[in-house]
């Protein structure tokens, strides 16, 4: 069963946003978010966002990016402005029933999550 679902990937020009959204198939999950992983680069978490709403960013997208979620469908968004072609990565949502507070949202040193999607790809062009 596919639990996390992304969407809203796509080729943007640099200068320009986007809006990914994740569908999940559960409601229960305690802290959401999403990692990225740019060709030859390692993985790197992005935004987090726990079940009371406390967010964390990286400091990539610190003030360009905002995460969001729909309670009601425990749906969580990942808007990011002013992008440029190191944006450029596959993005994935990740969801864990273990986490909240301030171990959601260490974008920095997140923790493992279980739940993963298999990623949306997002190619800014200059």
């Known amino acids: 069963q596919v639990e996390l679902v992304e969407s809203g990937g796509g080729s943007v020009q640099a200068g320009g946003s986007l809006r990914l959204s994740c569908a999940a198939s559960?409601?229960?999950?305690?802290?959401m978010g999403w990692f990225r992983q740019a060709p030859g680069k390692e993985r790197e978490g992005v935004a987090t966002?726990?079940?009371?709403?406390?967010?964390g960013y990286a400091d990539s997208v610190m003030g360009r990016g905002t995460i969001s979620k729909d309670n009601r469908k425990n749906t969580p968004y990942l808007g990011l402005n002013s992008l440029t072609p190191e944006d450029t990565a596959t993005y994935y949502c990740?969801?864990?029933?273990?986490?909240?507070?301030?171990?959601?949202?260490?974008?920095?040193?997140?923790?493992?999550?279980?739940?993963w999607g298999q990623g949306t790809q997002v190619a800014v062009s200059s």
């Open positions: 966002i726990d079940r009371d709403g406390s967010t």
């Open positions: 990740v969801a864990d029933k273990h986490w909240w507070g301030p171990v959601c949202t260490a974008v920095g040193a997140p923790p493992d999550f279980a739940v």
């Open positions: 559960a409601y229960d999950y305690t802290c």
